[in-house]
C-alpha cells in the first residue's frame, strides 16, 4: 500500500507521470511511487520561491545519514533508502541527483549543450537508471533510458522557459539562441523577433525528437506489462513538443501539459498497440 503522503506528493507534482504509473503492476507502482516523492520534494526546495536553501541541505543531510544507518523519521527518504538497496541503485545516481539540485539554488546560465548535459545527467538521465533498475532491466537498456529521461527534462525546459525566466533561470545553450539572433528568451525578447524565437525552439524540439528516438529504442528491453504506461508518458512529452512547435509563442500563455483524460487515453491507446520498437506516430509537425 502507497503512503499517502508520498501519493498526495506525486498527484500534485505530475499529472502526466501520475496517471501514467497507475497502470504499472502494484509492486512497481508502489516503487516509482518513491522514487518520484525523493525526487519531487528535493526539486520543490530548490525551485519554491524564495527558495528553501536550508530545508534542501537538511533533507539532503538526513538522505546521507539514513544511508549510514540513521533513519530519518521521514516517510520520503527512509522509503527512498529501502528502496535503493532492494533496486541496487548506485550511490553516485542519487548524489550526481542532488548535485544538480544544488546548482539551482546558485543558477547560472548554460553556455553550451554541453554545459547543460552535466545538469541533465544529474537531474534527469540518472532518473532514468533507476527506474531501469526497478524494472529490473538488462544494462543494455541504461543509455535508451539516460536518453528518454534527458529528452522529457529538455521538454521540460521548453514548456517552462515562462517560469524559469521568471525565476531568473535559463536552462537552454545561450550560445545556441543567440546564434539565432536572440540576446535572450524572456517574452519580450521572443515578442521582439519571434521568427528567431521559433527557429530557436525547432532547433530545441529537433534535438527532443533525437534523444526521444534513442529512448524509444529501448522499448524493446522493457516487458510489455512495463511498457504501456512508460510509452504514454513519452506519447504526452511528444504532444506538448507538437503545441510548442505548432506556436512557440503558447510557451508564455500557459503551461502547455496534457489532460488526465488525455493521458488516461492514451494509455487505453498503447493497451491495444501492438508492443514493437519505437514509434508508430508521427513525429513533430511544423
Same mark, same amino acid.
Given at each position: 500500500?502507497?503512503?499517502?503522503?508520498?501519493?498526495?506528493?506525486?498527484?500534485?507534482?505530475?499529472?502526466?507521470?501520475?496517471?501514467?504509473?497507475?497502470?504499472?503492476? =502494484?509492486?512497481?507502482?508502489?516503487?516509482?511511487?518513491?522514487? $518520484?516523492?525523493?525526487?519531487?520534494?528535493?526539486?520543490?526546495?530548490?525551485?519554491?520561491?524564495?527558495?528553501?536553501a536550508? !530545508?534542501?541541505?537538511?533533507?539532503?543531510?538526513?538522505? =546521507?545519514?539514513? +544511508?549510514?544507518?540513521?533513519?530519518?523519521?521521514?516517510?520520503?527518504?527512509?522509503?527512498?533508502?529501502?528502496?535503493?538497496?532492494?533496486?541496487?541503485?548506485?550511490?553516485?545516481?542519487?548524489?550526481?541527483?542532488?548535485?544538480?539540485? /544544488?546548482?539551482?539554488?546558485?543558477?547560472t546560465?548554460?553556455?553550451?549543450? /554541453?554545459?547543460?548535459?552535466?545538469?541533465?545527467?544529474?537531474?534527469? !538521465?540518472?532518473?532514468?537508471?533507476?527506474?531501469?533498475?526497478?524494472?529490473?532491466?538488462?544494462?543494455?537498456?541504461?543509455?535508451?533510458?539516460?536518453?528518454?529521461?534527458?529528452?522529457?527534462?529538455?521538454?521540460n525546459?521548453?514548456?517552462?522557459?515562462?517560469?524559469? +525566466?521568471?525565476?531568473? *533561470?535559463?536552462?537552454?545553450?545561450? /550560445? @545556441?539562441?543567440?546564434? +539565432?539572433?536572440?540576446?535572450?528568451?524572456? @517574452?519580450?525578447?521572443?515578442?521582439?523577433?519571434?521568427?528567431?524565437?521559433?527557429?530557436?525552439?525547432?532547433?530545441?524540439?529537433?534535438? $527532443?525528437?533525437?534523444?526521444?528516438?534513442?529512448?524509444?529504442?529501448? $522499448? =524493446?528491453?522493457?516487458?510489455? *506489462?512495463?511498457?504501456?504506461?512508460? =510509452?504514454?508518458?513519452?506519447?504526452?512529452?511528444?504532444?506538448?513538443?507538437?503545441?510548442?512547435?505548432?506556436?512557440?509563442?503558447?510557451?508564455?500563455?500557459?503551461?502547455?501539459?496534457?489532460t488526465?483524460?488525455?493521458?488516461?487515453?492514451?494509455v487505453?491507446?498503447?493497451?491495444?498497440?501492438?508492443p514493437?520498437?519505437g514509434?508508430?506516430?508521427?513525429?513533430?509537425?511544423?
Amino acid at each position: 500500500m502507497v503512503h499517502r503522503k508520498l501519493f498526495s506528493i506525486f498527484r500534485q507534482g505530475s499529472t502526466t507521470y501520475f496517471y501514467s504509473t497507475l497502470f504499472f503492476p =502494484r509492486g512497481i507502482r508502489e516503487k516509482v511511487f518513491v522514487l $518520484y516523492s525523493f525526487v519531487r520534494v528535493a526539486d520543490d526546495y530548490v525551485d519554491a520561491i524564495p527558495q528553501h536553501a536550508d !530545508e534542501f541541505y537538511a533533507f539532503r543531510d538526513a538522505y =546521507r545519514q539514513a +544511508c549510514a544507518g540513521t533513519p530519518a523519521d521521514n516517510v520520503v527518504i527512509d522509503s527512498f533508502v529501502e528502496l535503493m538497496s532492494t533496486c541496487r541503485f548506485d550511490p553516485g545516481w542519487v548524489e550526481a541527483f542532488l548535485a544538480s539540485m /544544488e546548482a539551482d539554488l546558485t543558477h547560472t546560465p548554460y553556455s553550451t549543450i /554541453e554545459d547543460l548535459e552535466t545538469y541533465l545527467y544529474g537531474s534527469s !538521465e540518472v532518473i532514468g537508471l533507476m527506474m531501469a533498475r526497478i524494472l529490473d532491466l538488462p544494462e543494455a537498456s541504461w543509455g535508451a533510458a539516460r536518453a528518454l529521461g534527458k529528452a522529457m527534462q529538455l521538454i521540460n525546459f521548453i514548456r517552462d522557459i515562462e517560469e524559469d +525566466c521568471h525565476m531568473g *533561470r535559463t536552462y537552454l545553450p545561450a /550560445e @545556441e539562441y543567440e546564434a +539565432c539572433g536572440l540576446a535572450g528568451i524572456t @517574452e519580450a525578447d521572443a515578442r521582439r523577433d519571434p521568427e528567431a524565437f521559433g527557429m530557436f525552439l525547432h532547433g530545441q524540439i529537433d534535438r $527532443y525528437e533525437e534523444w526521444r528516438d534513442m529512448g524509444e529504442d529501448g $522499448y =524493446r528491453y522493457i516487458p510489455f *506489462r512495463y511498457l504501456i504506461p512508460i =510509452r504514454t508518458a513519452s506519447d504526452m512529452y511528444s504532444w506538448t513538443a507538437r503545441v510548442i512547435a505548432r506556436d512557440p509563442m503558447a510557451v508564455f500563455r500557459e503551461k502547455v501539459k496534457p489532460t488526465p483524460l488525455r493521458v488516461v487515453s492514451g494509455v487505453a491507446r498503447n493497451i491495444a498497440r501492438p508492443p514493437g520498437r519505437g514509434r508508430t506516430d508521427s513525429h513533430v509537425l511544423r
